[in-house]
């Protein structure tokens, strides 16, 4: 009988996802204990806090000699270069993004949230907590508690702490979805056909973690891939679980044809959070599909590379064809997170090790999410500006004339259009020409002529916007809400992101390169 | 074997070089920049700065006259231009016998026309930008003839070009003054077309574009390519130069204001063409074909450039003709080889100096006829513009080859090394001198000669001293600038241009006597033509072929307006048909496919959840038949 031996937990190491829950939990207590009055600054505080001292960790223990690179907690966190750079990545745009939960100019002094979300839209109820002017200052918890399971899901070395990972991540998202100032109803049902169907996605999920675990007699991704090299049964259970697993990370990406809940939760959240959900749950998302795909799977890449690359292209098709005709802007930006999604498959399909002066797959889809990110996170702060007396105006029509009233707003929303488009000179343009050639060298090329082809009529969905805004007569009643620096700083820091990752993207290109190799 | 220059780098004052080019150009960045503040002084600054560059480029040249022979051709490097991995191009000037001379007559004329133009353009309410033009004129023309490589040579050429463009068109509320500028421009593009190819051939096969290597290289040069460089480069001639076939432009080009006729289209830019076949002396001398080319485009274009100025009544216009003509014998020499070089440069001289005054004389005459281009209009003026009559019929007796006068020497080489080298080319120079002598002479006659036939309402007068000195100086050079240079001009320019120093003397050889017989005979054909009969108000219908095609530019528009506008037309025409009923159709028809597509794919998003877990359902099922098929293939 083996004796008990004391867990290990290396926290330095960890220390960055132990910040970042750690306030999220002082962030309960502070609803808890502080008066009403100081909660919003204290609450404001404290993210930013987390956000810089898991930052210096982060930093920190990456550039320790000793045990920066390894196994960690009894193998289930795996601390490699994906996990630092995507640590990092959700790390900065966890903050853009709670930087526009805490903009309150914009709204005459309220949150995007509602003031009372448990109670009956159009009750009395909400009415009096209107008037008394409170605000869910619990919606800074519940995203740090989300970013927390990001955190961890992109780095889990087992499937179990991936699944419980998912589950962290996903549950404070569902709250979150739900507690839109405006528009509560549709900002509920949103919410509840988020929870519904991600519980379906997480059961498939579940799943798939059981019958892998029946084929292979283990959670741990590098058992795994030891079983499927040295096969013992038929692989029918294998396949069967990978199915199952795709399903469950494939509906998180939002990649057809698990993509439904997509544009109605983008819509119906309030939009600080489809900004937060459109950037930093993609990124987990993907990370941990490819980690799990790559690390635990890859012996079986002949079999789960057709599978991605159809879901890519049907991804990308359906994403560009439906934005052609969207008439709604949040909408549109949830069909091209979806058209993302399918270019980002596109270059995990191609599963390629890079050699000298090639980027890794994984290297390029980082650079890609990081160029969208930015992109996307000043593309969901400027949403929020453009209002009209009763809040976001979210019609494109209503954008009409946004250049002749703000140009300079109008102007970097277009470059943040370009750059989704991927047109030279913009990161979105280098991200793409990173993944497609990652797709390329993978022999994926018809895969990648089909995502040229997807990229060709994007470009016109994106076009259509610039056109709206800055040739179209004026839209009446209007106007660029007055917001202070809190949303002006992710409009301005992604908008000058994109510009830079465009004009020298070497050293972001260094640094992905560098950091793109998965242990087990 | 040509000797090839030696370059020495440049030291002493030598290394200010660039402070001619720089003066203009800052200058006409100040008038066009700081508006109307500098519009009482703005023209006294123009000219100043052509005066600085005037002694700047007069004071090198004296140290240039002292130096040793071996050690006159300086070069001064300015920075590093552009920086490939294949070539390196450095910006630089080169100082020699030939830039230098260039350079004096460009300040020197260019700054007696500041002059005169204070005084020609005293009433326009633009002068200011006027002068600015000209100055950044005067800048781009340094640019183009103190490169030290063809690429640099390519910015003032380009230069030049705009310049011209700007000041033809600059009275522009002139619908033909805004045409002939567009025409100018164009027409100068397909020129441009042969230099930059030429120059893309050298930057391939020689890896630079400097003047000393492409000189060196061009000894190892395939006929081939020595040929299509040398046609090439005589394209971009023709352009900058108005010869045949891109000769209509220059015609047109005298809706300019005169001073700019005079400077541009006469004395300086339009001799461009020929600044460049001599410095492209050793690629000429690589291939017989090349030179035969410019052999023929001179002889051709003195011929119909005479032609020309036989049959206008426009003043300006039978001077451009000349202009035409005479630089036709200009590139008649150049392409002769070594006996010619030397002579092309030397004509250039000379009738930068005659053909500048008497431009500036015809546009004292339009002062004086309240801007009357029309000679019918004219007639006993030598009366009543003194200055004005003598200065011109001392360019008019240069022109013609009056024995001692400046053209008498440079035009008389030009044809006795036409006969050396080719009896037809030598013909043809001589018959052009002829009818060079007939159509000045009719010029002489109606301007300044028989009855007065002035529009009523027109009092003719002298025009005031700011325009006669400029033209007292011009006169005088037109005088002496031949005796002055003829036994000089040839060993000086040697070692830049590697001709054959003939010998040179005051008494004419048996060609010499037979071109003084042609010119007498031009003359009196003239006299008894216009001389000695009333001159008709109009001019007579005609049916003479010879006088129709003349009249017409020997239908050069027509030419061009056949051959290459109505095609060029007819071609954008099926284009944009086809752009508009294929393409675009094509274009449309896959948008609204898409956008169909959109509108009924949009359909599943139907806002039930229930359909939603369904629609995952059905994917779960897409996906283990993708599995099982990739299993299976």
């Known amino acids: 009988m083996n004796p008990i031996t004391a867990p290990t937990f290396e926290w330095l190491q960890l220390a960055p996802v132990l910040v970042v829950l750690l306030a999220a939990c002082l962030g309960i207590v502070i609803e808890a204990l502080v008066p009403r009055a100081l909660r919003f600054v204290s609450q404001v505080a404290l993210f930013a806090l987390a956000a810089v001292v898991a930052f210096g960790f982060l930093v920190v223990s990456w550039n320790e000699p000793k045990n920066s690179i390894g196994l960690m907690a009894m193998g289930s966190i795996s601390l490699d270069g994906p996990t630092y750079l995507m640590w990092g990545a959700l790390i900065i745009f966890g903050f853009l993004s709670l930087l526009i939960f805490a903009e309150r100019r914009l709204g005459n002094g309220n949150s995007s949230f509602a003031a009372s979300a448990a109670s009956v839209p159009g009750s009395p109820a909400e009415t009096e907590a209107g008037v008394a002017r409170h605000e869910h200052t619990e919606v800074f918890p519940l995203a740090l508690f989300s970013l927390s399971g990001m955190m961890v899901f992109v780095a889990a070395n087992d499937l179990l702490t991936a699944f419980v990972a998912l589950e962290v991540m996903s549950l404070p998202l569902y709250l979150l979805s739900g507690m839109a100032r405006r528009r509560r109803l549709l900002s509920q049902e949103a919410a509840l056909k988020y929870f519904l169907l991600g519980a379906l996605s997480s059961a498939f999920f579940l799943f798939g973690i059981a019958l892998v675990y029946g084929y292979t007699g283990s959670f741990d991704l590098g058992r795994i891939n030891d079983a499927i090299t040295n096969p013992v049964y038929g692989a029918g259970l294998l396949y069967t679980g990978m199915a199952f697993l795709a399903i469950g990370l494939l509906f998180k990406i939002g990649a057809v044809p698990f993509h439904n809940w997509v544009p109605d939760v983008y819509v119906g959240a309030p939009t600080p959070v489809t900004g937060f959900m459109a950037i930093c749950t993609k990124l987990a998302a993907v990370g941990a599909t490819v980690r799990i795909f790559y690390v635990a799977l890859g012996a079986e890449r002949w079999s789960w590379q057709p599978l991605l690359a159809t879901v890519a292209v049907v991804t990308m098709a359906l994403g560009v064809v439906v934005a052609l005709t969207q008439t709604d802007m949040k909408r549109l930006l949830a069909y091209s997170s979806i058209s993302h999604a399918g270019f980002i498959l596109v270059a995990v399909v191609g599963a390629t090790s890079g050699s000298l002066g090639q980027l890794t797959s994984f290297g390029s889809i980082l650079f890609y999410l990081v160029a969208y990110g930015f992109a996307t996170i000043a593309a969901f702060a400027i949403v929020t500006m453009v209002r009209d007396s009763t809040g976001e105006v979210h019609a494109i029509s209503g954008w009409a004339g946004l250049g002749r009233k703000n140009p300079l707003l109008a102007g970097i929303f277009a470059v943040l259009m370009l750059s989704f488009a991927g047109i030279p000179l913009t990161g979105g343009f280098i991200g793409k020409w990173a993944v497609f050639s990652a797709a390329w060298r993978g022999g994926y090329s018809w895969l990648v002529l089909a995502a040229v082809a997807a990229s060709l009529v994007a470009a016109y969905v994106y076009l259509r916007v610039i056109v709206t805004m800055f040739f179209a007569p004026p839209a009446e009643g209007v106007t660029v809400g007055r917001a202070s620096g809190l949303t002006w700083v992710p409009v301005g820091l992604g908008a000058l992101a994109t510009a830079w990752l465009g004009l020298f993207p070497g050293p972001l290109l260094d640094l992905v390169d560098a950091a793109s190799i998965f242990i087990r | ?552 530019d020997l239908f050069g528009d027509a030419i061009n307006d056949t051959l290459v506008v109505q095609p060029t037309l007819l071609a954008a025409r099926g284009l944009v048909a086809t752009d508009d009923k294929l393409i675009d159709a094509a274009a449309n028809g896959v948008g609204t496919m898409f956008a169909g597509l959109s509108s009924q794919t949009r359909r599943l998003q139907t806002g039930q959840v229930r359909s939603y877990a369904l629609t995952m359902t059905i994917g779960v099922l897409l996906v283990g038949a993708v599995l099982i098929l990739t299993q299976l293939g």
Request: aromatic share 12%; net charge neutral; proline share 4%.
């Open chain 2, 1 to 552: 074997m040509i000797t090839l220059e030696t370059l020495v780098p440049a030291t002493g004052l030598f290394s200010y070089a660039w402070l001619m080019i720089v003066v203009p150009a800052v200058v006409a960045a100040v008038l066009l920049l700081f508006g109307s503040i500098l519009d009482r002084i703005g023209h006294w600054l123009a000219v100043a700065a052509v005066l600085v560059s005037f002694t700047v480029a007069a004071i090198l040249f004296v140290q240039l006259l002292g130096a040793d022979p071996e050690s006159r051709a300086v070069s001064v490097p300015l920075f590093e231009w552009i920086t490939t991995g294949m070539w390196n191009v450095k910006a630089g000037l080169l100082v020699d016998q030939l830039s230098i001379l260039f350079a004096m007559l460009i300040t020197g004329v260019g700054a007696l026309i500041h002059i005169y133009s204070v005084g020609y353009m005293a009433h326009d309410e633009r002068r200011r930008r006027f002068f600015a033009y000209l100055n950044l004129f005067i800048a781009a023309m340094l640019i183009l003839v103190l490169a030290d490589n063809y690429l640099v040579l390519f910015v003032g050429w380009e230069g030049v070009g705009l310049a011209s463009y700007l000041l033809i068109g600059f009275w522009q509320y002139k619908p033909s003054a805004a045409a002939a500028a567009k025409k100018a421009f164009v027409m100068n593009r397909v020129g441009d077309l042969g230099m930059t190819m030429a120059i893309m051939s050298m930057l391939a096969l020689f890896g630079s574009s400097s003047f000393t290597d492409v000189n060196s290289g061009a000894a190892h040069l395939t006929p081939f390519w020595a040929t299509t460089i040398g046609l090439l480069l005589l394209l971009g001639a023709c352009g900058k130069s108005a010869q045949v076939p891109l000769q209509a432009w220059l015609l047109d080009a005298m809706e300019g204001p005169t001073p700019v006729s005079a400077l541009i289209h006469a004395a300086t830019m339009v001799t461009a063409g020929v600044y460049l076949v001599v410095r492209s002396h050793e690629i000429f001398g690589m291939s017989d074909a090349a030179s035969t080319a410019v052999v023929v485009v001179g002889c051709v274009t003195l011929l119909a450039g005479a032609w020309i100025g036989t049959s206008k009544d426009d003043i300006k216009k039978v001077l451009a003709g000349s202009t035409m003509s005479q630089i036709g014998y200009m590139m008649l020499a150049a392409g002769l080889g070594p006996v010619g070089y030397a002579f092309a440069i030397f004509h250039l001289l000379t009738h930068g100096f005659f053909k500048a005054n008497m431009f500036l004389g015809a546009g004292s005459v339009m002062h004086a006829m309240d801007d009357d281009v029309n000679m019918r209009h004219y007639g006993a003026l030598a009366k009543v513009t003194r200055i004005t009559f003598w200065t011109f019929a001392m360019g008019y007796l240069a022109i013609i080859g009056f024995p001692g006068l400046a053209g008498y020497f440079s035009k008389d080489h030009i044809i006795e090394a036409a006969f050396e080298v080719s009896t037809l080319a030598g013909v043809c120079a001589l018959v052009g001198a002829g009818i060079t002598a007939f159509y000045m002479t009719r010029l002489m006659l109606m301007t300044f000669f028989g009855e007065k036939r002035w529009r009523p309402g027109v009092h003719p007068h002298e025009s005031p001293l700011v325009m006669t000195v400029p033209l007292i100086i011009l006169a005088f050079f037109s005088v002496i600038a031949g005796a002055l240079m003829n036994w000089w001009i040839q060993e000086w320019l040697e070692p830049a241009v590697g001709n054959h120093v003939h010998e040179v003397s005051l008494v004419p050889g048996p060609i010499g006597w037979a071109t003084l017989a042609v010119v007498a005979a031009g003359v009196a054909l003239s006299w008894w033509l216009f001389g000695t009969k009333p001159i008709p108000d109009v001019a007579p219908a005609s049916a003479n072929p010879f006088t129709v095609a003349g009249r017409n």
